[in-house]
């Protein structure tokens, strides 16, 4: 363990943690951008400058050393840490009202933090670069000019997804995130897993047609074996969005396009809602009663004819096990053991 | 090992002492880049076509370039019995005038010559007793412009490989002791002691190390480290060999921008030539020692240049410099093995520091700063060209006498050193000591070794506005204050030289540059405001003229000067009437003419066109009277 | 599964999910594991930049061969002789785990003499991989301090399924990767709860936690405690009961949530049975191709309008819970399956889920320390034994559930179908990331769509070009058993002389050309290989 003081406060921290673990574990805010706590350390954003031991260094990636003395608001790092935020928004839209992010923004956080007055801002000339937004997913978009170059993206797609889609590209203040070939992101190796735009601190990275859920609940995803854990964000009665569960040590919040995006199967108006009862070929809607009236009927008809093993049951890989229970369950009480479901397949 | 490379270089001595008294004139061709792009190919090829012609027989051979770039195409005549004479401002036609006037005629043509090795030829100036020779030490480039590149013949007859041979003959560890004493300084900007980063390398722990050399020279106007590639590509191949003995490495690359193509065709050639010797590969000279030599190709990034963007680059990734704090290259560098980094210039001294001795190398410079500097002399001055002085020596020394003085008569008003992140120093600053520390302090820097003269018709805001805009450009991208903080400094400079300035905008960019310097990841960023910060240290004045009286003192940002014709003077001749693209001129035969300023493009063809007997056109800055 | 169960005891991934990560080396066969098992893929990704050794065996240039130490590309079906050569090859080598095998397995020798002849030479020439690749990724998987092995339907949908698995686990009993961390021979399971239906006893043999229904004594507590007589004959399995339909000797079937006629082998066959069934009963959330030949259409809620547990593939029992109410009158399957039970005579009393488990853990000794209360926690993976027990990360820990681990002496034999003049090209099939399955959820989400709406038949333009085919035409794909119209993609992905596709699109069902000749011991059918003719349309 190491001891050191933050803002003349000691705190004891495991040897090779960065000033930035020992802030927090104090509870220290130091202002961050480009540091997420999946991914490795950047260090390009320069927001969490501190003066450590009188020298001014990157919180999230100066290691802590024995009796260190670190200034998160010394004079020099405010300097630093205001300055980098003013440069940041002098190059952001923002426009905050019409962006998703609008009131999650870590950028606004920062901003607020750093203390941000219109007569600083006046002094700046806007360096908002005019490009085109990338609309080509269908799921999310990529808004470069609310892209703030943290990197945060090109680290989830290498070392989350692992695929690797996107790097920055060019040079100086042309600098900007791009696919292979600078396509479209629907046009290159990208997945769509969407981890990236769970990560983004601002509106770059953003959902399409996104509503805000107004309750979340814990499930699990529907759709392969790997089983990951899932928040079904709920906005009256139609679930509206999904996100990887960050506790799940299936999935540790991590999700594939499918569990991401796959969702509108709940809510589509080609849902069966009602029993249907095929007459001279075609299904007429039915009542419960009537529905399963008729086949219990013909069940113990079935059985009662030609003995129970005439009857058969496929059950389902994609309902509960509890469902799978009594449906084997019903399937021994009528006297068959004729079940299966499509494990093989 | 010495033993074994003395028959090598008794065979490369004794051809070298049959050329100096060869019964044949020897005719030599500065045939760099900068002598090829005056035409040194068209005028070789005019010497051998006269020759040809007149059936006369001379050694006609290729050499670097030895400085002189003012007076390019250099030729020299070595005539049997003669000292060798150089010419300058050698065109084909007067390349054949010459060899029929000198080889043929025996008139040594006192007019075309620049100097000549010895004083016997009273018309000529001797080559040590120029003034530009004077102040000058060459150990860098000690061989450039003597020796063909094409040849290690010619090296070794140098005293080439002595150093290898004395160093394989070492331990590592009094090979590092040697260069310590010696105070040898990294030669690419920084000036971090050599023997230390050696040490470190050595002491690195690990089954692979590497050496690494960069000559990614990126500096606009700097070609110190091409000069030598090109000229003398030898002596860096040794020293990275006496590197590798020295750290364990076996292996080594030579980071080449491909912007340099001759330089990579002669180090390819001296590679294979090194190798055919035995100085370079499987057990050189019989020591055991092994080492490999691998050029690699630069895209042309100016960052690259910084060490760790540079070993990202290599691995084939994006050339990005590695935040702090971070293993030191030395300890984790190429493939994440030890590397040993060093500029071409640094392992360009090594050889000799090794073989003559730390003494010897002391004995150049300054106590903290021994040897000397390499500097690409540019700018509005007389003679520029590639110059190697002891460190420790007066700006004035180079700008006056080497460089021989302001072109055009002008006044001097600034000089640029470091490259596109130096700084400017006023005349007032012109006793300073050129060395790492003193740069430092005066707010410039001693760079890879660009020297840019300014006159008194340069405007410093437009000149950092110059510089800045190549950082900008350069810069990697990935941290916030060298991205966006160069432009949003260069969106500030912009507006200043367009008249647009506020009051507060000095204090901005001053503050601005600060937080730069504080806030970037790399050296590019930490010294991109320093052409900013030292024009506002140093000419505060012009800043605050372009702001509150949207004047430019030096007559240089467009937007803010006008054109006018003095009625005194013009004499109606109609020339300026008849260029103005824009018909913003008007008037009549003895009518003087008149600028219509609110048609007027500030072209300044009018200005150049106007005959001087005249000089009736006036550049002016402030507010027109007539927009008044 | 049975495969597994013969060798270990019980059938299921050995390992856990986040395991994988810092294996020492991973053996990926037969699964495409970053189309389809994406989060997993994500794992194998992160493992091998932490420096894991990859090897993948697949026939098809899957994604994953980008970032591998060894690709073999084995032509289909032939996966035994690839992994008796690689046995071969560590035996010969002496880098088998000699403590392991002597305190922990059995039949050795046996298998030793049957994998004797497979030498890389001999496997090379059957499986079209290069002898010193099979070497190669023999040394790199043994030479792992912990390999793990990921393998999915592309290893057990053949008439040899149940073989390929036993190989399988000689390879990884020979290593001693079986009971330790970051190892193991995993099954990655297709379907959210694949696992949990299985555990159910969702089969024909076997109640909940693979309890033989012909084992009196097992009987005899279900007996008791469900106060029903029960039948020990073992059932039908899927394609058994589709050919018994036909027969007439299965005559009414109730089918939940699936839709065999375009996930099961043969779809021209399963339509036609399902036709001869006097009475089909379908519960679904959609009118799927199956429900459109029912009698009665039961409207069923999705997942995320009832409660309840999933099992995903690494055993790990997880809660599903309500977030809407069901749509229209659509209601929870084990609502209906309730209504059902009582109409025909029994009195279900399930108020809930969570009834429901608290009666399986209480018939089942794997589950019998899980109860929803656990679950809020966070899953559980069973064997969880007991209300104290933690569940079990890694199976086989110090001793098999069977004992011994046991070697097998496998033999290769050529699939049921190979191809021939008339059929001269291997179908192959799977799936693609952004459908799932017969799309009855994917394709409700049109972003899903856009990446992948219609099918494109992978063949190599080597094959493409002797055909007179390019990209985006559209081909006649005949077996023995049908014929299916699709669009075509050339592509190095699939080897000459093999096509692949997807069984996702109804228009071009890649089930109505596979064959249904199933696996002798596992009865799992040959989906990954079948003889088609290409034709242009």
């Known amino acids: ?345 | 090992m010495r033993k074994v490379l003395e028959p090598l270089r008794q065979e490369a001595i004794q051809r070298w002492q049959a050329l100096q008294n060869s019964d044949k004139p020897v005719i030599l061709v500065g045939a760099a880049t900068c002598g090829r792009a005056s035409g040194a190919l068209d005028v070789m090829a005019a010497i051998e076509d006269k020759l040809r012609e007149q059936g006369r027989d001379a050694i006609v051979r290729q050499v670097g370039c030895i400085g002189k770039c003012h007076s390019e195409v250099l030729v020299d005549i070595i005539k049997p019995g003669r000292p060798r004479i150089t010419y300058g401002h050698i065109t084909p036609e007067l390349a054949k005038q010459l060899v029929e006037d000198y080889l043929v005629n025996d008139n040594p043509r006192t007019d075309l010559a620049v100097c000549a090795a010895s004083g016997e030829e009273t018309d000529i100036p001797c080559a040590d007793e120029l003034p530009d020779s004077k102040h000058q030490i060459r150990v860098v480039m000690c061989n450039c412009g003597h020796i063909d590149p094409g040849s290690i013949d010619d090296y070794l007859a140098q005293d080439g490989y002595m150093g290898l041979a004395k160093a394989l003959e070492m331990t590592p560890q009094e090979i590092i002791e040697v260069l310590k004493q010696s105070g040898l300084r990294g030669r690419g900007g920084a000036g971090f002691p050599a023997g230390r980063k050696w040490e470190s390398c050595l002491k690195a722990k690990s089954d692979q190390k590497y050496v690494i050399c960069n000559a990614d020279e990126g500096d606009p106007g700097a070609f110190m480290d091409r000069s030598v590639l090109e000229g003398d590509p030898y002596s860096v191949i040794e020293g990275m060999a006496i590197a590798g003995y020295a750290i364990g490495a076996s292996k080594g690359y030579v980071y080449v921008r491909a912007e340099y193509p001759l330089a990579i065709r002669q180090l390819r050639l001296a590679i294979q030539q090194a190798k055919e010797k035995n100085l370079l590969g499987k057990n050189i000279l019989g020591s055991g020692f092994d080492f490999e030599l691998e050029i690699f190709q630069g895209a042309g990034a100016f960052v690259c240049g910084e060490s760790t963007a540079l070993v990202l680059s290599i691995e084939g990734r994006r050339g990005m410099p590695k935040p702090l704090p971070r293993p030191r290259t030395t300890e984790e560098g190429l493939w994440g093995k030890p590397t040993l980094l060093n500029n071409v210039k640094t392992f360009a001294c090594v050889a000799q520091i090794i073989h003559r001795g730390a003494e010897w190398f002391k004995s150049i410079g300054t106590e903290k700063c021994p040897g000397t500097a390499v500097f690409a002399l540019t700018g509005k001055v007389n003679k520029s060209g590639l110059i190697e002085v002891p460190m420790g020596i007066q700006l004035k020394k180079i700008i006056y006498e080497i460089g021989g003085g302001v072109a055009g008569g002008r006044e001097f008003k600034a000089v640029q050193t470091g490259g596109p992140s130096g700084g400017c120093l006023p005349a007032d600053l012109l006793d300073l000591p050129v060395d790492f520390d003193s740069l430092t302090a005066a707010g410039s820097m001693m760079g890879s070794g660009g020297m840019v003269v300014m006159d008194d018709s340069t405007c410093m805001v437009d000149v950092a506005r110059y510089f800045l805009e190549f950082t900008l450009e350069e810069s990697c991208g990935q941290c916030t204050p060298c991205r966006v903080g160069t432009e949003q400094m260069l969106k500030i400079l912009h507006d200043i030289c367009e008249g647009k300035g506020r009051e507060e905008d000095i204090d901005l960019l001053v503050e601005m540059g600060k937080a730069i310097i504080d806030g970037s990841i790399c050296g590019l960023g930490q010294s991109a405001p320093n052409p900013v910060l030292s024009t506002i240290r140093y000419f505060r004045d012009e800043y605050e003229a372009h702001i509150r009286e949207k004047r430019c003192p030096a007559l240089v940002c467009k937007k803010l000067i006008y054109y006018r014709i003095d009625p005194d003077k013009c004499q109606a001749c109609g020339r300026c009437l008849k260029a103005c693209p824009v018909q913003a001129i008007t008037g009549a035969k003895k009518t003087p003419h008149v600028i219509d300023l609110s048609k007027c493009t500030k072209c300044g063809v009018c200005f150049e066109i106007c005959p001087d007997r005249f000089s009736a056109v006036e550049r002016k800055t402030g507010q027109a009277e007539e927009l008044n | 599964m049975a495969g597994l169960a013969t060798v270990l005891g019980s059938g299921a991934m050995t390992n856990t999910i986040g395991e994988i990560e810092d294996a020492g080396a991973i053996f990926v066969i037969g699964s495409n594991t970053t189309e389809n098992h994406p989060v997993i893929g994500y794992r194998v990704r992160k493992a091998v930049r932490k420096g894991a050794k990859l090897i993948v065996a697949d026939p098809r240039r899957i994604p994953l061969t980008e970032i591998c130490d060894a690709y073999l590309p084995l032509k289909p079906g032939t996966d035994v002789a690839l992994l008796n050569a690689m046995t071969h090859v560590i035996l010969r080598e002496g880098l088998e785990d000699r403590e392991f095998i002597a305190n922990r397995t059995e039949g050795l020798e046996e298998m030793r003499r049957a994998v004797e002849k497979y030498t890389p030479e001999y496997a090379a020439a059957i499986t079209g991989v290069p002898a010193n690749d099979i070497v190669r990724a023999a040394r790199l998987y043994a030479g792992a301090d912990s390999a793990a092995i990921l393998y999915t339907m592309g290893v057990t949908q053949h008439t040899s399924g149940t073989e390929n698995v036993l190989s399988l686990a000689n390879l990884a009993l020979v290593t001693g990767n079986l009971g330790k961390p970051h190892a193991g021979l995993n099954p990655l399971r297709g379907q959210n709860n694949v696992q949990g239906a299985c555990d159910m006893g969702a089969l024909p043999v076997v109640f909940t936690g693979y309890q033989p229904v012909a084992n009196d004594e097992v009987r005899a507590k279900f007996v008791k405690a469900w106060g029903v007589e029960l039948s020990g004959v073992p059932g039908l399995t899927i394609t058994e009961m589709f050919q018994a339909a036909a027969d007439k000797k299965v005559r009414a079937m109730y089918i939940m949530g699936e839709n065999p006629i375009l996930t099961d082998p043969d779809a021209n066959h399963i339509y036609e049975c399902l036709e001869s069934l006097d009475f089909l009963v379908v519960e679904d959330i959609f009118l799927t191709e199956t429900a459109q030949v029912a009698d009665v259409v039961l409207p069923a809620a999705t997942f995320a309008e009832k409660d309840g547990t999933f099992v995903n593939t690494e055993r790990r029992v997880q809660r599903v819970r309500q977030a809407i109410k069901p749509r229209g009158q659509s209601e929870p399957d084990w609502q209906i399956i309730q209504e059902l039970a009582r109409r025909c005579g029994f009195e279900w009393q399930y108020e809930s889920s969570r009834q429901i488990m608290e009666e399986i853990s209480f018939l089942t000794p794997s589950y019998a320390g899980i109860t929803f209360e656990r679950l809020e926690a966070g899953g559980l993976q069973w064997p969880c034994p007991s209300a104290d027990h933690p569940g079990t990360p890694v199976l086989h820990v110090g001793k098999f559930s069977r004992g011994l681990g046991k070697f097998s002496a496998v033999e290769y034999r050529l699939s049921a179908e190979q191809p021939d003049e008339e059929f001269p090209f291997l179908l192959t099939t799977g799936r693609s990331l952004y459908q799932y399955h017969t799309g009855t959820m994917t394709m409700k989400t049109d972003g899903l769509n856009r990446f992948h709406e219609e099918e494109l038949m992978e063949i190599n333009p080597a094959d493409a070009k002797v055909l007179g085919l390019c990209t985006d035409d559209t081909v006649n794909v005949t077996s023995r058993r049908g014929l299916v119209r699709s669009k075509i993609k050339l592509t190095e992905r699939v080897q000459p002389g093999v096509v692949f596709m997807t069984f996702h699109f109804a228009e071009t069902a890649a089930n109505l050309l596979t064959n249904s000749e199933v696996c002798h011991i596992a009865k799992t059918p040959e989906l990954k290989v079948c003889a088609v003719r290409i034709e242009k349309a």
């Open chain 1, 1 to 345: 363990m190491v001891t050191l003081y933050v803002d003349d406060l000691a705190v004891s921290v495991e040897k090779g943690s960065t000033i930035l673990d020992a802030a927090r574990k104090l509870g220290i805010y130091i202002p961050t951008l480009c540091y997420h706590p999946d991914l490795t350390t950047f260090g390009g954003c320069r927001v969490c400058m501190v003066e450590a031991n009188g020298k001014l260094v990157t919180a999230c990636r100066a290691p802590v050393e024995e009796g260190m003395v670190v200034r998160t608001d010394s004079s020099a790092a405010r300097q630093v840490q205001r300055t980098v935020v003013e440069l940041t928004l002098s190059n952001h839209n923002g426009d905050c009202l019409t962006c998703v992010k609008d009131s999650r923004c870590k950028l606004q956080e920062v901003a607020n933090y750093v203390g941000i007055t219109p007569e600083r801002m006046a002094m700046l000339r806007s360096a908002v670069p005019e490009v085109e937004v990338d609309e080509s997913n269908p799921f999310f978009k990529l808004d470069r000019t609310r892209c703030i170059l943290c990197g945060i993206c090109v680290r989830t797609c290498q070392e989350i997804n692992g695929v690797a889609a996107i790097d920055f590209g060019f040079r100086g203040h042309k600098t900007t995130v791009v696919t292979i070939g600078n396509k479209g992101l629907a046009e290159s190796r990208c997945e769509s897993c969407g981890e990236c735009l769970e990560r983004c601190p601002t509106g770059a990275l953003a959902r399409k047609d996104y509503e805000q859920p107004s309750r979340e609940v814990k499930s699990v995803c529907p759709y392969c074996g790997v089983g990951c854990g899932i928040y079904l964000g709920v906005r009256g009665d139609r679930v509206v969005s999904v996100r990887g569960d960050k506790d799940s040590p299936v999935n540790s919040g991590q999700l594939c396009v499918k569990g991401r995006f796959g969702y509108h199967f709940i809510n589509h108006p080609d849902r069966l809602t009602a029993p249907l009862i095929k007459r001279d070929g075609v299904f007429v809607e039915a009542s419960w009663d009537e529905a399963l009236d008729l086949v219990a009927a013909r069940f113990l008809e079935t059985a009662k004819h030609y003995g129970p093993d005439a009857l058969a049951g496929i059950s389902s890989a994609r309902c509960t096990t509890e469902e799978n229970y009594l449906f084997q369950k019903l399937l021994r009480f009528l006297g068959t053991n004729n079940i299966d479901h499509c494990a093989r397949l």
